[in-house]
C-alpha cells in the first residue's frame, strides 16, 4: 500500500470533527426522521421534503456558490424523476474539483414489527444508531456536510473545487440520473469522484471498495394452464405452474448452491483472510445451515455470479384451495462479477431459462432492470491520498476489498466522466443491516469516516495530491 506524507493539519481537523459530531448527529437523525422512500406507492414529497433538507445543510456550510435541487424527468418514461441536490464550489488556482456523492432517499422500512424501535424514529442503543437510512445514506450525505464543516475551520475559503452530489431516487433504480448528468455535465465534472455509499472491513478497520458486482433484475412468468383446475381430478396428469416454477429456478443452481449456469463469468482477485465463523456472526446462518458455493468465501460473494429468487407471486398458504395454479411468478435478483457485460449476462441467463423451461411451460420476462460491474482503478493519485487519510482516520492500515452488492450508477459516472478518478468509501460495517430491518450506524465509525474525508479534503486544498 502506497505511503504519503501526513495530511496537512490533522489535529486541527481531528479536533474539529470532534467538536462538530453533536451536530451531525442530530442532523442525521432529523434526516432519518423522514421517510423518503422512492419506490412506487410511497409519497413522492417525503423525498422532496429530504432534498429541501439537504440543500438547507448545503447552504449552511457557506463553502458553495450556487446550491440547487433539481428533478427532471425520467428517460424511458417521460415522467418526473425524484429530487437530487446539487451544490458547486468552483475550484481556484490550480486545486482540482472532487465530486461528493451520496443519495437521501431509502428503503422501504418493511414490517414495523421487525424493528426493535420505530423505523423512522432516530434511537441510540449503546454506540449505534438505528434507524432506515442511518447508514444507507444519509450517513453519507452528513459524512460530506461534516467533512466540509471541518475544512472551513482551518480554511474558511477553500481553493479545492466541490461538488456536492445527493441522488433522490438511487434506491429505485436511479431511474432519472442520466436527464440529471446530460442536463448538468458541466456542473458535475470533477477531477475525482468520492461515492459515499459502501462500507467498512470491521469497526477497526477502514476499506477502501475496490469492485463491485453488477445486477441483472427481472420478472419471470411461468405458465402451463390457461385457467385453474381441480388438482384432485387432474393432478399427476397436468403440470401445474407451480411445479414447473420449482423445477426451474431449481436449473439454476448445482447441489452445492452455486450457480449452474454456463457462460456466467468469474472475476479472478485474491480476498483477505476471512472464514465460515466470521460469514456465520456476520449474516446469521443458523446452526446446522451450510454455507453455499465453490471457492474462497469472500470470491463467492465479491467476484462470482450469484443468482436469488427474491419473491414469488402465487396463493398464499391461507388462501390455498385444491387448484392446480395456471401461473407463477417470481422476482429473479442476480449479480454479475466484474469483468462481464450486465446485458450479456441478462441473454445467456435468458437463454437458459427457455432452454430448461420443464413440460413445454410458456415464459415470459418483464420489468428488467441492468447495472454494470465494475472494477476500481487504484494506480491514480486520489486512491493514495483517500488511503492515507483513512490510515490517519482510522489509526489502522485499510483494507482494498470487494462487495457483493451493485451501485450500478457508478457505471454512468464512468461514462460521463472518464478522466475522473473514481473512490467508494462510506459508513457501514458488517452488521449495519442496510436495507433490512434495524439498520443501524456504529457512530465511532461515522467520526472516522468523517475525518478520513475532512483530511482527504485538506490534502486536496494544500495542492499535495499523491505525495
Not at 414529497?45 to 433539481?70: K, M
Not at 450457480?259 to 463469468?265: I, Y
Request: proline share 7%; net charge negative; charged share 20%.
Amino acid at each position: 500500500m502506497p505511503t504519503s506524507a501526513p495530511s496537512p493539519n490533522t489535529p486541527e481537523l481531528r479536533e474539529a470533527v470532534q467538536a462538530g459530531l453533536p451536530v451531525a448527529i442530530a442532523e442525521l437523525c432529523d434526516l432519518v426522521r423522514v421517510p423518503s422512500v422512492s419506490w412506487d406507492g410511497f409519497d413522492p414529497a417525503h423525498v422532496e421534503r429530504s432534498a429541501e433538507a439537504v440543500a438547507e445543510l448545503a447552504r449552511g456550510t457557506g463553502v458553495f456558490d450556487t446550491v440547487e435541487v433539481v428533478r427532471l424527468p425520467i428517460p424511458a418514461t417521460g415522467q418526473p424523476g425524484l429530487p437530487a441536490v446539487i451544490a458547486r464550489r468552483a475550484a481556484r488556482n490550480g486545486r482540482p474539483t472532487v465530486l461528493l456523492y451520496a443519495h437521501h432517499d431509502v428503503q422501504p422500512p418493511g414490517e414495523d414489527a421487525d424493528w426493535d424501535s420505530a423505523p423512522y424514529e432516530p434511537t441510540v442503543r449503546g454506540d449505534r444508531l438505528y434507524g432506515r437510512g442511518a447508514a444507507d445514506d444519509k450517513a453519507g450525505v452528513m459524512t460530506h456536510i461534516a467533512a466540509i464543516r471541518a475544512l472551513t475551520t482551518i480554511t474558511a475559503d477553500p481553493e479545492v473545487g466541490i461538488v456536492l452530489f445527493a441522488e433522490g431516487e438511487e434506491e429505485f433504480g436511479s431511474r432519472s440520473l442520466s436527464s440529471i448528468l446530460e442536463a448538468h455535465h458541466d456542473d458535475l465534472a470533477a477531477d475525482a469522484i468520492i461515492v459515499a455509499d459502501s462500507g467498512n472491513w470491521d469497526l477497526e478497520t477502514p476499506a477502501l471498495t475496490v469492485g463491485l458486482r453488477g445486477a441483472v433484475a427481472f420478472n419471470l412468468r411461468i405458465t402451463t394452464l390457461d385457467h385453474a383446475s381441480h388438482s384432485g381430478q387432474f393432478g399427476g396428469a397436468v403440470p401445474d405452474a407451480m411445479l414447473a416454477a420449482i423445477r426451474l429456478c431449481a436449473s439454476l443452481w448445482n447441489e452445492d448452491g452455486s450457480v449452474a449456469v454456463a457462460g456466467l463469468a468469474t472475476h479472478d482477485a485474491a480476498t483477505p483472510a476471512y472464514d465460515e465463523a466470521q460469514l456465520r456472526a456476520e449474516t446469521g446462518l443458523l446452526d446446522g445451515v451450510e454455507p453455499i458455493g465453490r471457492g474462497e468465501l469472500l470470491a463467492r460473494t465479491w467476484y462470482q455470479p450469484a443468482i436469488t429468487i427474491t419473491g414469488i407471486d402465487a396463493p398464499s398458504v391461507r388462501n390455498a384451495s385444491n387448484t392446480l395454479v395456471p401461473s407463477v411468478r417470481v422476482r429473479v435478483s442476480a449479480r454479475v462479477a466484474p469483468g462481464q457485460d450486465a446485458r450479456a449476462y441478462y441473454e445467456i441467463l435468458e437463454a437458459h431459462l427457455r432452454e430448461h423451461a420443464p413440460y413445454g411451460a410458456h415464459l415470459e420476462f418483464e420489468d428488467l432492470d441492468l447495472g454494470q460491474p465494475f472494477l476500481v482503478d487504484t494506480s491514480g493519485w486520489a486512491a493514495a491520498d483517500a488511503l492515507a487519510a483513512m490510515e490517519e482516520a482510522f489509526g489502522a492500515e485499510p483494507v482494498l476489498m470487494g462487495s457483493g452488492g451493485s451501485i450500478p450508477f457508478i457505471a454512468d459516472l464512468v461514462a460521463r466522466y472518464p478522466q475522473a478518478q473514481i473512490l467508494i468509501t462510506g459508513v457501514e460495517d458488517p452488521d449495519s443491516r442496510a436495507h433490512s430491518p434495524n439498520e443501524s450506524l456504529h457512530l465511532p465509525t461515522f467520526q472516522h469516516a468523517i475525518l478520513t474525508e475532512a483530511l482527504l479534503l485538506a490534502r486536496l486544498d494544500a495542492g499535495t495530491m499523491g505525495t
